[in-house]
C-alpha cells in the first residue's frame, strides 16, 4: 500500500514541475500605451488617454440616450493601462463626435482611416461604424450631431441577424445638380465576431484604388469607378419621363388558342379523387373506441380542491386500442381518379399582335458628368460614432486618420501589432487553464483511490489485488524456469535414444533390401541355368536323331 501511495506521490511531484516549466513562459507583458500622433501628414490621432473628454463631445439630441464612457477592457484581454471609448447602455441611440484641427482636403491625396474595435459581448444587433462628418454640414455644436448630420464616407462593421458586413460609403455630390447620392460597395466583406480586438482599415489612393482591411489584411479591394452601386457617373441616355406606352401595345407573348375546343368527352365535374372499393375495413378496427382515453396512471393529486381547482380529470393520452389500425367510424381510402382531366384550358400560342416588352424611349441624360477622381472626396471636417445597439461594452481604440502610408504601418507595429499578440497569449494560456494539468489529474486521481480505499472493504480488495499482481507474476517465473530446468537435463537423453532407434531401423531396412537384392540374383541364376539345362537338352535329342542317318548313308 505504501508502495502505491509513494508512486502516486512522484508522479504529482513530476507533474507540478512539469507545469511550473509549461506555465512560466506564457506571462505577459503589459505594453505601454503610446500617444497620439501629431505633424503634417496626420489628419486625426486618438489614443483615448486621461484628455479625451478635451476633444470628444456627446450628443444631447433627446433620441440620444446612450452612455459612454473610457475604460480598460473586460477580462481576459485587460492590458493595463491602455483604455478605450465604450458603449455603455443597451438597447439604446449613442452618439459622440470630434472634431478635425483643420479641414481633411484629400484632393490629389492618398488617404488612410483605421480603428480597432472589440467587441467584449456578442454583437446580436447594433452597428460599430464610425463616419468622416461633411465639413459643410456641420451642426453649430456637436452636441446636435445625430443620424441625420451628412458624412462623407461611412466605414465600419454592421451586424444584425443574417446581416453581416462592413460598410463603406461615400457620399457624393453631383456637379450638375448639387443633389448627394450614397454610393455603396458591392459585395461587402463580413465583420468579425470574436471577443479578442480587431483592426479596421480603408486604404483610398489617387487612382481611385481602395483597399477594406482586417487586421492588416485586404479583404475586399477594387476600383471606385466600377465597384460601387450606383455608379459615381449617371449614364449617358435615361428614360424619356414623358414618353408613355400606347394604348394599343400588345406584350403579351402567348394567348389562348381561340381556336381550340374542348373535346366532347372532357367531363370537368369528375372529382379529382374516388373511394377505394377493394379497400377493407380491418379485424382489428373498433368503431366504438374514441381516439384518446384519460391516462389511467394519472390519479387525483391529494391537494386537489374541486371548489377552488375546478372539476379534476386526468389528462388525455392516445387509445393503445388505436394504435394498430384505428377506432371510430371506418370509411375506406380515397385513391387518385383515373378519369379525371380537370378543368379545360385552351393550349396557349404565340400571339400574332405581339410587339415586344415596351420601353420607353431614350434621351440625353440632362444631368450626366463625368468625375474621373472620385478619391476627390468632399472636405471633412470631424468624426462621429453614431450607433444603435442591444448590446453594450463595444469598445473603439486607436483611431488613426493620415495621408502616409507610412505612418499608419509605424502606428500599427506600436497599437495594435503589440496588443493582438498580448490577447494571443492570454488565449493561449486561457486555453491550457481549461485544460487539465498533469499535476490535476494526478491529484484527481488519487484523490479518488483515497476515497475508495476509506472503505474497509474495498481495502480488502485493493489488498488483495496488490497481492494477486505480485505473486501470481513470481509463481509463473518460478514454473516457468523449473519447466526450463527440466527440458535442458532430458533433452540430449531422448535425443540420444532417439539417434539409436534410427541407426537400428536404418539397418534392418539395409537388410531387407540385401536379402531381397539376393533373392532376385537367385532366381535369376535359376533362371539361366534353367534356360542351359534346357538347351543342352534339345541338343542331346538332335544328335539321337542325326546318328541313324549317317549309318544307313554308310550303307
Known amino acids: 500500500m505504501k508502495l502505491f501511495l509513494l508512486f502516486f506521490l512522484s508522479l504529482c511531484i513530476i507533474g507540478t514541475w512539469a ?16 500617444s497620439a500622433l501629431s505633424g503634417p501628414s496626420v489628419v486625426f490621432s486618438e489614443v483615448f488617454d486621461s484628455t479625451w473628454e478635451d ?47 483643420k479641414v481633411l482636403d484629400n484632393k490629389n491625396k492618398d488617404l488612410f482611416v483605421q480603428y480597432e474595435l472589440r467587441l467584449q459581448k456578442e454583437l446580436d444587433c447594433g452597428g460599430a461604424y464610425i463616419k468622416l462628418l461633411t465639413a459643410s454640414s456641420l451642426p453649430s455644436s456637436l452636441t446636435k450631431f445625430d443620424n441625420s448630420v451628412p458624412y462623407t464616407v461611412m466605414f465600419g462593421p454592421d451586424k444584425c441577424g443574417s446581416l453581416n458586413k462592413i460598410h463603406f460609403i461615400i457620399r457624393h455630390k453631383n456637379p450638375i445638380t448639387g443633389l448627394y447620392e450614397e454610393k455603396h460597395l458591392k459585395n461587402p466583406p463580413p465583420m468579425e465576431t470574436d471577443r479578442r480586438t480587431h483592426l479596421y482599415g480603408l486604404h483610398i489612393f489617387q487612382d481611385n484604388r481602395f483597399s477594406v482591411l482586417v487586421d492588416g489584411k485586404e479583404v475586399r479591394g477594387g476600383n471606385l469607378l466600377e465597384d460601387f452601386e450606383p455608379a459615381f457617373n449617371p449614364p449617358k ?48 378496427w373498433f368503431d366504438d373506441e374514441p381516439q384518446e382515453i384519460p391516462d389511467p396512471d394519472v390519479t387525483k393529486p391529494d391537494d386537489w380542491d374541486d371548489e377552488i381547482d375546478g372539476e379534476w380529470a386526468a389528462p388525455s393520452i392516445l ?27 385552351a393550349p396557349m400560342i404565340d400571339n400574332p399582335a405581339y410587339k415586344g416588352e415596351w420601353k420607353p424611349r431614350q434621351i440625353p441624360n440632362p444631368h450626366f458628368f463625368v ?30 486618420i493620415t495621408h502616409d502610408q507610412d505612418i499608419i504601418d509605424d ?32 491529484n484527481s486521481v488519487i484523490t479518488s483511490f483515497l476515497d475508495y480505499i476509506s472503505d474497509g472493504q474495498n481495502m480488502m480488495v485493493v489488498i488483495g489485488s496488490a497481492l494477486a499482481a505480485v505473486i501470481i507474476p513470481l509463481l509463473l517465473c518460478l514454473l516457468y ?20 532407434k534410427e541407426k537400428k531401423e536404418e539397418e534392418e531396412e539395409k537388410k531387407e533390401k540385401e536379402t531381397e537384392k539376393g533373392v532376385e540374383v537367385n532366381e535369376k541364376v535359376a533362371k539361366q541355368t534353367e534356360k542351359k539345362t534346357g538347351e543342352q537338352t ?14 544307313n548313308s554308310s550303307k
Not at 60 to 73: A, C, I, L, S, T
Not at 244 to 252: F, I, L, R, S, T
Not at 255 to 278: H, R
Not at 422 to 434: F, G, L, R, V, Y
Open 538 to 551: 534339345e541338343k542331346a535329342k538332335w544328335r539321337k536323331k542325326e546318328k541313324p542317318s549317317k549309318i
Open 481 to 500: 524456469s523449473g519447466k526450463k530446468k527440466q527440458t535442458r537435463v532430458q533433452g540430449p537423453v531422448a535425443s540420444d535414444e532417439e539417434e539409436e
Open 55 to 101: 476633444r470628444w463631445v456627446i450628443t444631447q439630441q433627446p433620441e440620444f440616450q446612450g452612455k459612454w464612457r473610457v475604460d480598460e477592457g473586460v477580462e481576459p484581454y485587460t492590458v493595463k493601462g491602455d483604455k478605450g471609448l465604450i458603449v455603455d447602455s443597451e438597447a439604446r441611440k449613442h452618439g459622440i463626435a470630434a472634431p478635425f484641427k
Open 319 to 345: 387509445n393503445p386500442k388505436c394504435a394498430q389500425s384505428g377506432c371510430g367510424e371506418w370509411k375506406p381510402r380515397l385513391i387518385p381518379n383515373p378519369l379525371y382531366k380537370g378543368k379545360w384550358r
Open 19 to 34: 507545469d511550473d516549466e509549461s506555465t512560466s513562459t506564457t506571462t505577459t507583458k503589459p505594453y505601454a500605451t503610446v
Open 371 to 400: 468625375d474621373d477622381h472620385p478619391h476627390n472626396l468632399e472636405p471633412i471636417g470631424a468624426i462621429g460614432i453614431e450607433l444603435w445597439t442591444m448590446k453594450d461594452g463595444i469598445m473603439f481604440d486607436n483611431i488613426l
Open 411 to 442: 502606428f500599427t507595429s506600436a497599437t495594435w501589432a503589440k496588443k493582438s499578440a498580448d490577447e494571443q497569449t492570454i488565449s493561449d494560456t486561457e486555453a491550457a487553464k481549461n485544460t487539465p494539468s498533469l499535476t490535476q489529474t494526478l
Open 237 to 284: 441616355e435615361v428614360d424619356d419621363p414623358s414618353d408613355k406606352k400606347p394604348a394599343d401595345w400588345v406584350d403579351e407573348e402567348k394567348i389562348a388558342d381561340p381556336d381550340a375546343v374542348k373535346p366532347d368527352d372532357w367531363d370537368e365535374t369528375l372529382p379529382a379523387t374516388i373511394v377505394d372499393e377493394n379497400d377493407m375495413k380491418p379485424d382489428d
